[in-house]
């Protein structure tokens, strides 16, 4: 039987490889889990893909897990960012979340001029990505930056990477999603009292942009930041 527990590590992993664990790891596997010596698990680092290991020392302060068989090569997520506004704690948790299991690079929290959220955690939301990768079989946890203004971000935006602008105000129309340009990619998502007028004028003016509906309602920024995943994913993204 295949080894349930992963875990993300930063450190080299190849045959034979020994892996020190830290000391939340190793209060994890070994208080948490009981796991012991000659316990098997299963490990990724974001660069060698992952591995089957087996625990060869254990304690309350640390242990080693040795690498004995590569269990899948790695595979990268495709070239997409995630920019959203933090909401409340436990949505923007579940955003952060689903934005790793839908397969995203990187993800930007973003301050807009309606943003309800002033200020974010970002190494409690890193540390919650890196929950998530483990959880759900990715084998890259995407970086969490650090909460920026969007007006700083569009300043210095890459020429090649496309913006999907996700405009509420489009609500109703039809979705170009389909037409949306592929990675290198980037998807915006407002927060619940949406984009200013500045805004939207600013991002509309960008050649980068393209601007898209998410169907005939409104959705919550939670919502419309999955269905907008899910359809890029679809269309220009590892799920075509």
Excluded at 115 to 126: A, V
């Amino acid at each position: 039987m295949t080894a349930k527990i992963r875990l993300f590590v930063d450190h080299p992993l190849g045959a034979g490889q020994p892996v020190p664990l830290t000391r939340e790891q190793a209060h994890y596997l070994f208080s948490v889990m009981r796991m012991s010596t000659g316990g098997k698990l299963r490990l990724f680092n974001g660069r060698d893909g992952e591995w089957l290991a087996e625990i060869s020392e254990a304690s309350k302060k640390g242990g080693i897990a040795l690498c004995t068989e590569a269990l899948r090569p790695q595979v990268m997520p495709p070239d997409l960012w995630l920019l959203f506004a933090p909401i409340k704690k436990a949505r923007t948790d579940f955003i952060v979340e689903k934005a790793v299991e839908l397969g995203v690079a990187r993800i930007l929290p973003v301050q807009t001029h309606y943003t309800n959220s002033e200020r974010i955690r970002q190494d409690r939301l890193q540390a919650h990505a890196m929950e998530a990768a483990e959880q759900c079989g990715a084998l890259s946890v995407p970086e969490v930056a650090e909460l920026a203004k969007l007006d700083t971000l569009l300043a210095d935006w890459p020429a090649e990477r496309a913006l999907v602008f996700c405009d509420e105000a489009e609500a109703g129309g039809r979705s170009a999603m389909l037409d949306a340009a592929p990675a290198p990619a980037a998807i915006l998502i407002g927060p619940e009292g949406g984009f200013s007028d500045i805004e939207r004028a600013r991002l509309g003016a960008m050649a980068q942009t393209r601007v898209i509906a998410l169907g005939p309602r409104i959705l919550r920024a939670d919502t419309a930041a999955v269905a907008a995943l899910t359809l890029w994913q679809t269309a220009c993204g590892d799920w075509s």
